[in-house]
């Protein structure tokens, strides 16, 4: 493989194209083989019972697992990575692999859906505390520290709501009583975020979204830093989290154009947004790229580009009829969940039952966008007729 100290001079575009492929150990050839594997024969006792050779058994690492793993290592500067079955599966290990029984963990309050529910139904089955912080807290998440706070679960910007937290501001904060920081960082992914260098231990992404890219797989990615790398590494080799080589094979050929498709998600999420935010139906945009978003600094900040997913928000008085009509009534977007695909999706925005430590209206009308690699016009168009339909 690559070794990363020269990498890491590299530009992230040339380490996309270059990480986790060693073409001179598989014949040549560009690519890794996409090993189907469980059992590795040893070629002796003696190498079996000392464990004497690189793979014992593909559920612990094989190959394929390393070339994707190593590129996520590469991309995110991390001293080790790991993969999984999902985003929700990488979240879930790497939050069981910072806490314990009788420990306290703070997670933002817009933290995506799944994540609550797992924190809300398993977590305290094993006698650890959840609370959750308003994304808006800093330094002052420090009021909520207790004796035994020993992980700290963020998100930028947060699901559905969109909200930029101050990650470098809490990860101090949290360092100063040993707490581990996790992120997830789906939206941004690695190429326009780098949570480790902003002081996050556990950097997550679901690449299920932009790695795979083409809404034909599930896939989890967990990034430590030295510090939580044995913990991470030592859960998910006791929980048997394992990822088929054929989903791991399109998480790395998505990985390959990753630059190249955010860039134009980003170019396209901007020309729509240009046009939504002067029509008449539409009240608001949540969207941290646009300089009128209060997360416009923190993400000036913190990140080198914005991807596709963004919201926008009926003016009050909207009924929920009028949000279904605009969605029944698109052609070119979707209505369905998950997104990072190279095609555009819309959902209604549901918050009831996602938000408990900050005040929100469930009944305010938006709308979330997927806005895919389409010709944004067509794009426009497609909307312009929607919103014709539902408010005339
Ligand atoms: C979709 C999503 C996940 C979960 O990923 P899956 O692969 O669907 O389990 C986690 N975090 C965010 C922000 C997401 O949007």
Redesign the pocket.
């Known amino acids: 493989m690559t070794s990363s100290n020269s990498s890491s001079r590299l530009k992230p575009d040339t380490r996309l194209a270059h990480s986790g492929r060693d073409p001179q150990s598989f014949h040549g050839f560009v690519n890794p083989p996409v090993v189907h594997a469980s059992t590795v024969l040893y070629p002796d006792s003696q190498t079996l019972v000392t464990g004497g050779q690189t793979y014992s058994y593909a559920r612990r690492g094989n190959p394929t697992t390393d070339s994707l793993e190593d590129a996520i290592k590469e991309m995110e500067g991390a001293a080790g990575a790991k993969i999984a079955n ?4 990488a ?1 879930a290990l790497a939050i069981l692999s910072c806490v314990k029984a009788g420990d306290h963990i703070l997670i933002v309050d817009t933290a ?1 859906g ?2 609550r529910h797992f924190a809300d139904t398993v977590l305290p089955n094993f006698g650890v505390s959840v609370e959750y912080f308003d994304p808006h807290l800093g330094s002052d998440i420090k009021s909520l520290f207790r004796p035994e706070t020993t992980a700290v679960f963020t ?1 930028s910007p947060g ?1 559905l709501t969109f909200e930029m937290q101050d990650i470098p501001a809490i990860s101090a904060a949290a360092h100063e009583i040993g707490a581990t920081v996790l992120m ?1 960082n ?2 941004a992914t690695s190429l326009y975020c780098q949570p480790l260098a902003l002081g996050v231990d556990l950097s997550i992404q ?1 690449g ?2 932009y790695i795979v890219g083409h809404s034909d797989a ?3 990615v967990v990034a430590a830093n030295e510090k939580a790398w044995k913990g991470l590494n030592a859960v998910h080799g006791a929980m048997g989290s394992h990822v088929a080589p054929d989903d791991i094979f399109l998480g790395l050929r998505g990985l390959r154009t990753l630059s190249v498709r955010l860039e134009r998600h980003q170019k396209n999420t901007l020309t729509v947004l240009d046009w939504l935010k002067d029509q008449s139906s539409v009240g608001s945009i949540s969207y941290p790229a646009l300089p009128t978003d209060p997360g416009y600094e923190i993400w000036k900040r913190d990140c080198s580009g914005s991807s596709g997913l963004c919201a926008f928000h009926f003016p009050d008085g909207t009924s929920q009829d009028q949000t279904h009509a605009f969605l029944d009534a698109l052609q070119l977007f979707g209505l369905g969940y ?1 997104w990072g695909g190279f095609e555009s999706l819309a959902i209604p925005v549901r918050l009831k039952g996602m938000r408990s430590a900050t005040p929100v209206s469930e009944t305010a009308q938006s709308v979330r966008l997927h806005i895919g690699l389409e010709d944004p016009e067509d794009l426009i168009r497609d909307l312009d007729q929607a919103l014709k339909k539902a408010f005339g």
């Open positions: 999902s985003g929700l599966n979240i995506y799944p994540t998100e699901s997830d789906t939206w679901a299920t979204k599930m896939l989890g998950s």
